[in-house]
T-cell receptor
Framework: SQKIEQNSEALNIQEGKTATLTCNYT??????LQWYRQDPGRGPVFLLL?????KEKRKERLKVTFDTTLKQSLFHITASQPADSATYLC????????????FGKGTRLSVIA | DADVTQTPRNRITKTGKRIMLECSQT?????MYWYRQDPGLGLQLIYY???????NKGEISDGYSVSRQAQAKFSLSLESAIPNQTALYFC?????????????FGPGTRLTVL
């Protein structure tokens, strides 16, 4: 069966450390993998995406990797800050033209000062 | 002004009532979506529409219906609301002409069914 899983519901880290969130999938072949941030009670906001033929993508303190062999994406926030506390969702973009994004359930990140 | 708006933002209703949640967008996108979100369950797709004449069921469409009145408007109806439809509802849009299906979400409607 097809699945998308984010490795943990919640992750607590100390301010200044690097947060690493994991997204795994089975029986999908995404053309892109997207990451969103969601604050409590608000809609998700797109952060960045990575293509299937890219190994790594960076945007400021964010880094995403994509391993199509392992069927896994890692999302890193370096020098984390309390303002980074939120839920982070990964989403598979199948680029099929007629299939919506497939979202993971998210990982709630808490950065402790 | 927000690109994707939802009305109402909060709604309390009683079991058996019919209610409508509305979504409007100024992004000029063809595709629109309705999701519900319950604590710990992530986003669940209810219905989606790839253009005005296209309506598709998502994973949890039972008990819901939609109307795509125009490119910019997509409404979600609960014909006879029940308490387990209490949730946070999000509308989203994406651009069919874009290389990726990045979605842009509205602020959400918090619905409580008593």
């Amino acid at each position: 069966s097809q699945k998308i899983e984010q490795n943990s519901e919640a992750l607590n880290i100390q301010e200044g450390k690097t947060a690493t969130l994991t997204c795994n999938y089975t029986n999908y072949s995404p053309a892109y993998l997207q990451w969103y941030r969601q604050d409590p009670g608000r809609g998700p906001v797109f952060l960045l995406l990575i293509r299937e033929n890219e190994k790594e993508k960076r945007k400021e303190r964010l880094k995403v990797t994509f391993d199509t062999t392992l069927k896994q994406s890692l999302f890193h926030i370096t020098a984390s800050q309390p303002a980074d506390s939120a839920t982070y969702l990964c989403a598979l973009d199948l680029n099929s033209g007629n299939t919506p994004l497939v979202f993971g359930k998210g990982t709630r990140l808490s950065v402790i000062a | 002004d927000a690109d994707v708006t939802q009305t109402p933002r909060n709604r309390i209703t009683k079991t058996g009532k019919r209610i409508m949640l509305e979504c409007s967008q100024t992004k000029g996108h063809d595709r629109m979506y309705w999701y519900r979100q319950d604590p710990g369950l992530g986003l669940q797709l209810i219905y989606y529409s790839f253009d005005v004449k296209d309506i598709n069921k998502g994973e949890i469409s039972d008990g819901y219906s939609v109307s795509r009145q125009a490119q910019a408007k997509f409404s979600l109806s609960l014909e006879s609301a029940i308490p387990n439809q209490t949730a946070l509802y999000f509308c989203a849009t994406s651009d069919q002409g874009a290389p990726t299906d990045t979605q842009y979400f509205g602020p959400g409607t918090r619905l409580t069914v008593l």
